[in-house]
């Protein structure tokens, strides 16, 4: 067997196992990267690995934004936050759309779920006293989450792909060779989502009671938070092509920082903060990469992109059409970061082959599989967490039932961004 094939069939055995073992994914990816490297296999060696295949400056960055996002999430500064917009509202259906509006603002920085799990317990608050259902609410609190993901280099792993595939600094998320980022995109897709949420709860038009606002601990994790997007801001002028891995450093750096200032914290008698640092999803991101390398390597991708060249000639718009709905279909169903992995190569190099804007088909593909995973309550890790806190409320919400809400949204927001994706960068 070539290496050519060793690759795909290792591959396709991840892929299938990430399907079947949603929860033990890092376990998943990094067994096919071991086996990738055994020596009757052969396909990569351990010091390629090292050197080539895992993307160290994007793994730091991830790793120091986790770090980062716990202590935000110790300072208390997003409840407080979510309590004072309430309480300025003038009913109850503003007042949960604004936390919604919130949660999807604090999702750009923090992980998808530790953002439900933080802003629901305000939204059933808020329900439970009107006596209203929480079902739209809590819903809306993971669509419009998942779909912010993607909007910068540090909201999670899609974006640390795209980034490591098409050297991305993080500026290039606003502001990509004279045109508008991703970013930009993200939030008019976010905005038309937004308005078809506000259909499922305008309704609610009591006057929402006053929430006893939590005090914040610390305006460090804040202001840590703060240097860190500075500094990742000016990172090209010293490392312009990406690969002397200053981001990296760079995070890593101001979560040590962080976590100084944390253990100092603690011994003057603040409480103890319950850490979640996710080193399982590192793992993940890391044996992603190098699944990733290992295609690459044995002409995978560029063998796919030579049977693709049949698109040679179709219309812009159609090619275009077909990478971001096809997306949306797969991601409804099956984990994007796979998905993400093995098409950014393709897409990338299809693009080049058919003269096509390369910009246009990769971010055409990230905002297809970032918001296609809105549509099921199985699409995103934030949407199973969603459903499950909603059962436990004792409001279980059926497949279809959460399709109601999942699959309009994700039509308005995929539409609003797809076109004006489309219409920039044709």
């Not at 996710?278 to 690459?296: E, G, K, N, P, Q």
Request: glycine share 8%; net charge positive; hydrophobic share 55%.
């Amino acid at each position: 067997m070539t290496d050519m094939w060793k690759a795909v069939a290792i591959f396709a055995a991840v892929y299938i196992g990430l399907i079947v073992f949603r929860r033990g994914r890092w376990l998943t990816a990094s067994l096919g990267v071991i086996v990738a490297m055994l020596p009757r296999v052969g396909v990569i060696t351990p010091a390629e690995v090292f050197r080539h295949g895992i993307q160290w400056n994007f793994i730091g960055i991830f790793a120091g934004s986790v770090i980062l996002a716990e202590l935000f999430v110790y300072s208390r500064m997003p409840e407080t936050i979510s309590d004072k917009l309430i309480n300025n509202s003038k009913n109850l259906a503003v007042a949960l759309m604004l936390v919604i509006c919130f949660a999807s603002f604090i999702s750009i920085f923090i992980d998808n779920v530790v953002t439900v799990l933080i802003v629901a317990p305000i939204a059933l608050l808020l329900t439970r006293k009107a006596g209203v259902s929480p079902v739209p609410v809590i819903i809306g609190l993971a669509v419009s989450s998942n779909v912010q993901g993607m909007a910068i280099l540090i909201g999670d792993i899609p974006s640390m792909l795209l980034a490591a595939q098409e050297r991305m600094a993080f500026l290039d998320f606003f502001w990509r060779d004279g045109k508008p980022g991703i970013f930009w995109f993200v939030q008019l897709g976010a905005v038309a989502g937004f308005a078809l949420l506000w259909h499922f709860i305008r309704e609610y038009r009591q006057k929402p009671e006053r929430m006893e606002v939590a005090d914040i601990r610390s305006w460090v994790p804040f202001w840590l938070i703060v240097v860190m997007v500075v500094l990742l801001a000016i990172s090209p002028e010293w490392d312009p092509e990406l690969r002397k891995g200053v981001g990296g450093i760079i995070c890593m750096l101001v979560a040590l920082a962080g976590v100084i200032w944390y253990g100092i914290s603690v011994r003057r008698g603040a409480d103890r903060h319950r850490w979640h640092l996710d080193w399982r999803t590192t793992v993940f991101l890391a044996s992603i990469f190098v699944l990733v390398y290992m295609l690459v390597k044995a002409g995978v991708v560029e063998s796919v992109v030579g049977r693709l060249s049949g698109l040679e000639g179709r219309n812009t718009f159609v090619v275009f059409s077909i990478i971001v709905w096809f997306s949306v279909m797969v991601s409804a169903f099956i984990d994007n970061v796979p998905y993400i992995a093995v098409m950014l190569p393709l897409v990338g190099n299809l693009a080049d082959t058919l003269d096509i804007s390369r910009t246009l088909l990769v971010l055409g593909l990230m905002i297809g599989s970032c918001m296609g995973g809105n549509i099921t309550p199985i699409g995103a890790a934030a949407n199973v967490a969603a459903t499950g806190i909603l059962e436990k409320e004792g409001n279980p919400v059926s497949f279809w039932g959460f399709m109601k809400i999942g699959l309009p949204f994700t039509l308005a927001a995929t539409s609003a961004a797809y076109l004006a994706l489309y219409f920039v960068y044709r």
